[in-house]
């Protein structure tokens, strides 16, 4: 079955905490995405990745990294969280050539 | 900055009823405009336009681009409750195409 799995699923950390947020899909898409989603401003994208080894910024990307050593995995990280990055984030894939993208099940993490 | 703008922002009907969403775009070598609905998760895939006034349409929903005026609509027609959910807009570009811009998006509420 095709998925965009994502761990954790709910988080509780304290500021200043470093945390990995991981996404892993099985559809050997070359593209993956991490968005943040607020109340009000929709979703904004964090960072993308259009193929291994290649990451670029989206519209909100401070206070967070990401690395693509392998097409299957996306990880998101907090090196120093802060209550300001308490949100919903969803990580996203899709083939290359489509804009069609398949969303994980999001991960809720508040910050304290 | 690239932008997308979304209208209304809620909008509460019954069944039945027709509504046009609208979604207007500013984005840097913009390559297509897409619809996403979201209920209580995360948000599934309605359409993707590349094309100006050519009308994409699954069932009761429809969607057209007009690329010169930067704008789409997204039309249900005899609304149902299950329509109840969140309609995001999102604008494809940048450099490499990477780049998603969404609308904070409409609240569609059906009642019975």
């Known amino acids: 079955e095709a998925q965009v799995t994502q761990n954790p699923r709910y988080l509780i950390t304290v500021t200043g905490k470093k945390l990995t947020v991981t996404c892993s899909q099985n559809?050997?898409?070359?593209?993956m995405s991490w968005y943040r989603q607020d109340p009000g401003l929709g979703l904004r994208q964090i960072y993308y990745?259009?193929?291994?080894?290649?990451?670029d910024k989206g519209d909100v990307p401070e206070g967070y990294k990401v690395s693509r050593k392998e097409k299957r995995n996306f990880p998101l990280i907090l090196e120093s969280p802060s209550p300001n990055q308490t949100s919903l984030y969803f990580c996203a894939t899709r083939t290359g050539a489509s804009y069609e993208q398949y969303f994980g099940p999001g991960t809720r993490l508040t910050v304290t | 900055e690239d932008k997308v703008v979304q209208s209304p922002l809620s909008l509460v009907v019954h069944e039945g009823d027709t509504v046009t969403l609208n979604c207007s775009y500013e984005?840097?070598?913009?390559?297509?405009l897409l619809w996403y609905k979201q209920e209580k998760k995360a948000p599934t895939f309605l359409f993707m336009l590349t094309s100006s006034g050519i009308e994409k349409k699954s069932g009761r929903l429809s969607s057209i681009l007009d690329k010169k005026e930067l704008f789409s609509i997204l039309n249900i027609t005899a609304t149902q409750t299950g329509d109840s959910a969140v309609y995001l807009c999102a604008g494809a570009g940048g450099t490499s195409y990477g780049k998603l811009t969404f609308g904070q998006g409409t609240i569609l509420t059906v009642h019975p």
């Open positions: 984005v840097t070598n913009f390559r297509s």
């Open positions: 559809m050997n898409h070359e593209y």
């Open positions: 990745s259009m193929n291994v080894e290649v990451t």
